[in-house]
């Protein structure tokens, strides 16, 4: 399906006006929730706990995750700042408003 411009402003407006969610409202993925945990897991992990006993610790509190998940996502670097950059700086180029 094709849309004008004036469609996709007035998709755009609708969007921009719509109210933030609250906290409770919005969810994670186990890989959001371990970046969003990086720092006090990386606090635990130097005061001497293993990733073993984190993911232990963590599937207690009823997350849902593997060691291996938990290794593969606490180390993953954060380049979703430089993604969304480069993606927004495709959608700016088309100077949809």
Known sequence: MA???QNAKEIKHALQAL???DD????????ELVVYLKDTIAEK???GYSIDKIGEELRKL???ISVASL???ART???GSK???QAQTKSEGKNVE
Request: hydrophobic share 15%; proline share 7%.
């Open 83 to 85: 993604q969304k950059t």
């Open 19 to 21: 109210p933030p969610l």
């Open 62 to 64: 009823g997350v849902q």
């Open 24 to 31: 409770a409202e919005r969810h994670m993925t186990n890989k």
């Open 3 to 5: 849309y004008s411009y």
């Open 71 to 73: 290794k593969s996502y």
């Open 45 to 47: 992990k130097r005061q």
């Open 77 to 79: 670097k954060r380049h």
